[in-house]
């Protein structure tokens, strides 16, 4: 029998890591306390991908992970120890370019005639003569004219296929077949020139697509004969670009493809079809459409049909047209199919969840039909309860000082908007524009209104936009989002021209203010639908663009407080803020996911636990950071455009060290010195590109970027700065204790708060990974299986905290009270319990209670002072002095039994005293039950 979904372990597969390896795994996951796995996209992705979300073909499970006979495997393991399987799925786009995805290439190939032209989001109708009925490919690694002139565009025959093709690379450019007939004309062989004319008749013929199917299959029977295919490829020779008739041959017939072929750098501007973010390999779907919605799952509801599949997590929810139509669509069709499931396989419900960013005050909306988000807004609250709010001042200071860059974020981010959206975004920013000047000309009233006065008042809203989007109905923009758009607008008025203001008046009635049935239907409406549609799935790339990939880097006050899901302009929130968050939780979303370190994050979540110190120690780090950057004059260039590093950069490199720094790695550890150097190198070739300040991947900085580098590798590998790696590494190691307890901390919130623990791969151990690529490297479970012991003893798991072993135990000795009491975590009540005596702010407890069963959960934080100069993660019980927790006078001296051993707590009447309660561990969950 299935487990209820308790917890969950996300893994990521690929060819390195398949569905078989996962299967020998099964049995560890269980013993941990998994109830379900939570796969990366299993449907195939592009030949080597590491990640599963470039699909190319969504009929089938990926071949290099094992196939539907592996997930077969992998399910019955899982069913023998009533585990099930949750499935990532990309809904909003798939992988383009290159020569993998069919779909994407019969598009190229017919163009508007193409069964899958209505799966793109493509507009066919651009204001650009040169793009009218074309599909903008920017995949040339040169303008157009030089890629012709050098040869690197290529006319090839596939000959098994009959298909002709221009090559780029690894891009592939079918030729429409309407155009066969021309390049079968350059040869001498009687049957090609007959053929030609059937190829020529499709121009006019009633049902092309399928007559050229037919005619290739002609083609191909003759080129079985050799002669023949040797005429047809000296035939194609006559359309080598490199010298001057071959050139205009080729350029002549690519002009009459229905695609344009232009340098990738065109995209940012030209583009007239939506990608993911500004990604040209990631073409995104109109699953708006029912044929759409039904082609693209199909093998997905297959799966969930069959029993293989017992839940959903849908990508980047917010890039759909329609979010909430989506997943209502998705949760009936998926109700449905549960009934059908075999009857081992039987569920009450199958649980879906949105990747979706909230931000501020942004609920989820609770009548989507799903069960929550994938839980970055908890990784948020946990985050701001470990920040002091003493440091913030300090490190605000500091960084303004040594930068002469704002402290403030929020002035990051509006800059970081603006250069997103009329940078790689600007396609996309267009297509707004030109949607709302049709909108304004369809009013007498706003005909006059000019497409430049759009395009300014429209960059200053999005400018400001608090949140990733709105999500405009027939009523217009729902009330729950109406303060958001309020807030852009009074942003926008601030940065706009006084004169453009009254445009203003008119976005804010176009963009959802009026409800679309207050227009007749026709037209009009259309237009409007089509703006506000667009409008939405530009606000959301330009907020995760500038924010996480670019203001997150250029900002580093503290890095523990910039990741996916945060918003790094509040440093810090009391006890009682993460007590409401919870509270709400429970009410509305129950089962949300609840994480702490995903495929996205910036910085593993133990990375991040040990940043975090840093504000409790901000003069600390202020004076070290001073000292560091004098020691390190000499190997810090001048170059023509300032120093390199910055100061900026500088800093962020140091808080990067101080939290990633390995706990075991001495500083004259010369071999394991170069490999953590080669890791840090990475993450900084990214940070530096992704901010955009001195180098980008569009422009690389060289010089910036090698001196860069220079530095890091003088830093940790140069005999000259060797005492200021030591120093480095000592501080390092000063806030590691600190940073465990707060790892054990964040463990024990994840474990225990409403909601359903995710565990990201790997994070059973502690997880010091920096942004990715690096936090998806292998995980060496076999030593995680080796020392897997969920009876051994605390204060032997203190003594040798640094193997990570501690937190392993404290994860399944939760995991399995959760499989032992699902009801409890699932449907209990939460109740703050509130804390006294001297160091009640350094301490978090709350009670769980269901059907006369009592959990008390009390952990540390901000207990930096109270560990002194302790080389483990544990504050000696006498510290706490008077501190206790006030229980519920039900369990006024109720003996109370410890999750870590078979002793009991008994409290003082309604008083538990921390010194009895955090004896052995810096966290506790005490248990008890009244009948």
């Not at 998994?34 to 590491?50: D, F």
Request: net charge negative; glycine share 6%; proline share 6%.
């Amino acid at each position: 029998m299935m487990k209820p979904l308790t917890a969950t372990l996300r893994l990521q597969f690929h060819s390195g890591f398949t569905l078989d390896d996962a299967t020998a795994l099964v049995d560890y996951f269980a013993d941990l306390g998994i109830s379900h796995l939570y796969a990366s996209p299993l449907l195939t992705a592009r030949p080597g991908s590491m990640h599963g979300y470039d699909v190319i073909d969504p009929t089938r499970i990926n071949p290099e992970l094992g196939g539907e006979e592996a997930l077969q495997r992998l399910v019955e393991a899982l069913r023998r120890r009533g585990m099930g399987l949750i499935l990532d799925i990309v809904s909003n786009h798939m992988a383009v370019g290159g020569s993998g995805n069919p779909w994407w290439l019969d598009v190229l190939e017919w163009g508007r005639g193409s069964p899958y032209a209505q799966f793109f989001d493509i507009e066919w109708n651009s204001p650009d003569p040169l793009l009218e009925g074309q599909l903008l490919v920017p995949f040339l690694g040169s303008d157009y004219g030089e890629a012709l002139q050098q040869g690197s565009i290529v006319l090839r025959l596939d000959a098994q296929s009959g298909s002709i093709y221009a090559e780029h690379y690894e891009h592939r450019f079918p030729i429409t077949p309407p155009s066969y007939g021309e390049i079968l004309r350059q040869s001498e062989q009687p049957e090609l020139r007959s053929l030609a004319h059937h190829f020529d008749a499709l121009k006019t013929a009633p049902s092309p697509w399928q007559t050229a199917r037919q005619l290739r299959a002609e083609l191909a029977q003759l080129l079985e004969n050799p002669g023949t295919r040797q005429e047809l490829e000296e035939a194609l020779k006559r359309y080598d670009s490199t010298d001057a008739e071959g050139f205009r041959r080729l350029h002549a017939l690519l002009e009459r493809q229905h695609y344009r072929l232009a340098s990738w750098r065109t995209a940012g501007d030209d583009i007239n079809w939506r990608r993911f973010f500004d990604i040209n390999e990631l073409g995104g779907l109109r699953v708006e459409r029912p044929v759409v919605f039904e082609e693209t799952h199909a093998k997905i509801f297959q799966l969930i049909g069959d029993g293989l599949v017992d839940g959903l997590r849908i990508d980047h929810i917010d890039g759909l047209a329609n979010p909430r139509g989506y997943c209502r669509r998705l949760r009936r069709r998926v109700d449905r199919l549960k009934a059908a499931r075999p009857a081992e396989a039987a569920l009450e419900h199958v649980p879906i969840y949105v990747e979706k960013i909230l931000a501020g005050d942004e609920q989820l909306h609770d009548d989507w039909g799903v069960d929550g988000t994938t839980g970055y807004e908890f990784m948020n609250q946990v985050s701001l309860l470990q920040h002091d709010p003493a440091g913030k001042s300090v490190l605000c200071g500091l960084w303004s000082e040594t930068t002469e860059r704002t402290e403030d974020f929020m002035e990051e981010v509006r800059q970081a908007r603006q250069l997103v959206v009329t940078g790689p975004l600007a396609g996309d920013y267009e297509s707004v524009a030109q949607a709302l000047l049709q909108v304004a000309r369809q009013d007498v009233m706003t005909r006059d209104i000019t497409l430049g006065a759009i395009r300014r008042a429209l960059l200053e809203l999005i400018v400001h936009f608090p949140v990733y989007r709105t999500y405009i109905g027939a009523q217009g923009r729902r009330p729950a989002d109406e303060p958001f758009f309020q807030q852009a607008l009074a942003g926008a008025r601030t940065t706009l021209g006084e004169k453009d203001w009254p445009l203003l008046e008119h976005l804010d009635r176009w963009l959802g203010g009026e409800p679309l049935r207050a227009l007749p239907a026709g037209p009009a409406r259309r237009l409007r639908r089509y703006a506000c549609t667009r409008f939405q799935q530009l606000t959301s790339p330009a907020a995760a663009k500038a924010v996480e990939d670019t203001a997150c880097y250029r900002s580093g006050v503290l890095l523990s407080r910039n990741d996916v899901g945060f918003d790094p302009q509040i440093f810090s929130a009391p006890v009682e803020s993460f007590h409401a968050r919870c509270l709400e939780r429970a009410e509305h979303f129950p089962q949300n996911l609840l994480t702490t370190a995903t495929h996205d994050h910036k910085r593993g979540e133990d990375t991040r636990a040990r940043v975090a110190v840093i504000s409790e120690r901000a003069e600390w780090f202020a004076e070290k950071a001073r000292h560091w950057r004098q020691l390190a004059y000499g190997v810090r260039q001048q170059l023509a455009d300032g120093p390199a590093p910055s100061p900026g950069d500088e800093l962020l490199l140091y808080q990067i060290l101080l939290g990633s720094w390995p706990l075991e790695l001495s500083a004259d550890d010369q071999a394991g010195v170069e490999a953590y150097c080669e890791r840090i190198g990475k993450w900084l070739e990214k940070a530096l590109r992704e901010a955009k300040l001195r180098t980008s991947w569009t422009d690389p900085n060289s010089d910036y970027e090698s001196a860069c580098q220079q530095y890091l590798r003088a830093l940790l590998l140069n005999d000259e700065c060797r005492g200021l790696r030591q120093e480095i590494a000592d501080a390092a190691a000063e806030l590691a204790p600190a940073g465990a307890l707060n790892s054990l901390t964040q463990t024990l919130l994840r474990m225990t708060t409403p909601g359903v623990p995710d565990l990201y791969q790997g994070t059973d151990y502690w997880d010091f990974s920096l942004v990715d690529p690096d936090n998806r490297q292998p995980v060496d479970f076999a030593r995680r299986q080796a020392t897997f012991n969920p009876q051994a003893q605390p204060d032997e798991l203190l003594a040798n905290w640094k193997d990570g072993r501690i937190k392993q135990w404290l994860i399944a000795r939760c995991l399995n009270l959760r499989s032992t009491l699902p009801a409890l975590f699932s449907e209990g009540s939460y109740l703050p319990l509130k804390v006294e005596g001297s160091h009640a702010d350094r301490v978090i407890a709350f009670a769980r209670e269901r059907d006369g069963t009592w959990l008390i959960v009390i952990a540390a934080r901000l207990a930096t002072p109270l560990l002194a100069d302790s080389a483990i993660p544990q504050i000696a019980p006498e510290l706490w002095q008077d501190t206790s927790v006030q229980l519920p006078e039900v369990l006024s001296g109720r003996p109370l039994m410890r999750l870590s051993s078979a002793n009991a707590v008994t409290p003082n009447q309604t008083s538990l005293h921390l010194q009895q309660a955090l004896e052995s561990l810096p966290v506790a969950i005490l248990q008890t039950t009244i009948r």
